[in-house]
Antibody, heavy 119, light 104 residues
Framework: EVQLVESGGGSVQPGGSLRLSCAASGFTVSSNYMTWVRQAPGKGLEWVSV???????YYADSVKGRFTISRDSSKNTLYLQMNSLRAEDTAVYYC?????????????WGQGTTVTVSS | EIVLTQSPGTLSLSPGERATLSCGAS???????LAWYQQKPGQAPRLLMY???NRATGIPDRFSGSGSGTDFTLTISRLEPEDFAVYYC?????FGQGTKVEIK
């Protein structure tokens, strides 16, 4: 079964760090575009970052310089390292297969992991 | 930066009615990268349409997409109870703000 399972969310103080993980099954992370999308409480979807098959990465301006997307082929897992967290980073974070100028859209999504940034 | 503007913000309809959702881009975009997603409360988004007019796997044919340039449309021909949700258009690094389809 094709599946994505996120983990690593939690509560953190402003300025802190978290690393989100997204474990894939049924397909190979490194052979696909992989994207992070977030959703603040009661708000719409916000694209965060993408990693291409070749390793190129792109970020939303709101997280550039603070977040880093990466993957581990041996673990078939996608990551999002989040540093210098701010209150406005509070959201449910979803990983998805595909995305960011990809014809086939984002066709597989995880269930989401919640990040709360608060003092 | 491209801005996607969805209208209306909320659509109040009855089951069986036709729903027409619009997504306007601030400048002409490549329809190859225009997608639509459905999201229900407490759930992850689900891909409905990709390449503006292609239904994703398992999406019923009452859903259709069209458009080019700056104007795109998602149509639900006859609303089923499970179709009441929020719908987002997306291209590149931008999502529209969403259209909520609610039961009238």
């Amino acid at each position: 079964e094709v599946q994505l399972v996120e983990s690593g969310g939690g509560s953190v103080q402003p300025g802190g760090s978290l690393r989100l993980s997204c474990a894939a099954s049924g397909f190979t992370v490194s052979s696909n575009y992989m994207t992070w999308v977030r959703q603040a409480p009661g708000k719409g979807l916000e694209w965060v970052s993408v990693i291409y098959t070749g390793g190129s990465t792109y970020y939303a301006d709101s997280v550039k310089g603070r977040f880093t997307i990466s993957r581990d082929s041996s673990k078939n897992t996608l990551y999002l390292q989040m540093n210098s967290l701010r209150a406005e980073d509070t959201a449910v974070y979803y990983c998805a297969r595909g995305g960011y100028y990809y014809f086939y859209g984002m066709d597989v999504w995880g269930q989401g992991t919640t990040v709360t940034v608060s003092s | 930066e491209i801005v996607l503007t969805q209208s209306p913000g909320t659509l109040s309809l009855s089951p069986g009615e036709r729903a027409t959702l619009s997504c306007g881009a601030s400048q002409s975009i490549d329809s190859s990268y225009l997608a639509w997603y459905q999201q229900k409360p407490g759930q992850a988004p689900r891909l409905l349409m990709y390449g503006a007019s292609n239904r994703a796997t398992g999406i019923p044919d009452r859903f259709s997409g069209s458009g080019s340039g700056t104007d795109f449309t998602l149509t639900i021909s006859r609303l089923e109870p499970e179709d009441f949700a929020v719908y987002y258009c997306h291209q590149g690094g931008t999502f529209g703000q969403g259209t909520k389809v609610e039961i009238k």
